[in-house]
């Protein structure tokens, strides 16, 4: 689903160089200390960042010279993006049309993605009326409305308190499961890692240090690990 193949970009002073393959249905942990190039990765794959070299390959296709809106993916980032003058519903409905002119057909799209995240019959609320669960459940829904076969998350739920948090990974984790989406998630956070995620990679200085199933590198965590334990 997903091929970082030999890929360069230089970012200001920073470089990042990576080699990644997400196969369909993975969910990929990305960590990293700050400055690591977390952000310079998601920004590459999703096109707001273009290669110096090396290929982005999504769902067998290169599109490392695509637009972003070209690209078959959706965004999730940490403050969820969301309109404060537009409704529940119009904020999910952006995901489809930029003019909001949906067809019967996207209208049910955005209700099914409403219930699907447990906003069901609140599409007409304002988000300042919303707690901050609810939202990251309207920002999901928009992500997932796109109905792309790869999603990126920046740290989408580290505003939520532990048990806000908890609730959200186990919506996405159940979302995924039913959907088979692919996943690259940026996070601080292990735990979260090991919650929704099956594979794990480790940025350091812009490459790739560390990478493998989640499970294997917890059982066995290799010394580059230690600090996130």
Do not use: Y
Not at 81 to 96: K, Q, T
Not at 100 to 117: F, P, S
Not at 127 to 156: F, I, K, N, W
Request: glycine share 10%; with cysteine.
């Amino acid at each position: 689903m997903l091929e970082l193949k030999d890929l360069t970009v230089q970012a200001g002073d920073f470089t990042l160089s990576a080699e990644l393959i997400l196969a369909a249905g993975q969910r990929l942990a990305v960590i990293g200390a700050s400055g690591s190039g977390k952000s310079t990765l998601l920004n590459a794959i999703a096109g707001f960042l273009l290669p110096d070299s090396g290929q982005v390959i999504i769902d067998g296709v290169d599109r490392s010279r695509a637009k972003v809106a070209d690209r078959p993916l959706s965004i999730l980032f940490q403050d969820g993006n969301l309109f404060p003058h537009l409704s529940v519903f119009d904020n999910v409905a952006l995901g489809l049309r930029s003019n909001l002119q949906l067809t019967g057909a996207e209208r049910a799209r955005v209700e099914k993605n409403l219930i699907q995240t447990g906003m069901g019959g609140m599409g007409a609320r304002m988000p300042a009326s919303l707690s901050g669960g609810q939202q990251s459940r309207v920002a999901l829904a928009r992500m997932l409305v796109r109905d792309t076969p790869l999603a990126l998350m920046d740290e989408p739920f580290s505003a939520l308190d532990p048990g806000l948090r908890r609730e959200m990974l186990d919506l996405v984790t159940q979302l995924c499961d039913e959907t088979g989406l692919t996943l690259v998630l940026v996070t601080h956070d292990l735990r979260e890692a090991a919650a929704l995620c099956t594979d794990l990679c480790l940025l350091e200085d812009g490459r790739i240090t560390t990478q493998g199933p989640i499970k294997t590198l917890l059982a066995d965590p290799p010394a580059a690990l230690t600090p996130w334990l």
